[in-house]
């Protein structure tokens, strides 16, 4: 019985806070006018993807350089013995 009664209580608790929660009223409309930013497509993808893509292109070459390097020492290696 003491659980039932925590279960009851609980819901009621819950149904309160929900109903403190959303009977809130609605914030005051926007002024209206114009977006923010203008012409619409107001999303800066450029400067972020392209640095991005210029760091994914130095550190593949860095890579590249790496193995290049490291074959050409095994090689050597390989020739003086």
């Known amino acids: 019985m003491k659980f039932f009664s925590k279960i009851i209580a609980f ?8 109903q ?7 914030p005051p409309p926007g002024g209206g006018g114009r977006p923010p ?5 107001c999303i800066p993808i450029d400067g972020g993807v392209s640095i ?4 994914g292109a130095l550190y593949g070459a860095k890579k590249s350089y ?3 390097k490291s074959a ?9 013995e």
């Open 37 to 41: 930013c203008w012409p619409p497509p």
């Open 11 to 18: 819901s009621i608790m819950l149904f309160c806070f929900n």
């Open 52 to 55: 991005l893509i210029a760091a």
């Open 66 to 68: 790496d193995k290049f």
């Open 20 to 26: 403190l929660m959303f009977g809130a009223a609605p």
């Open 72 to 80: 050409r020492n095994s090689r050597q290696s390989k020739d003086s």
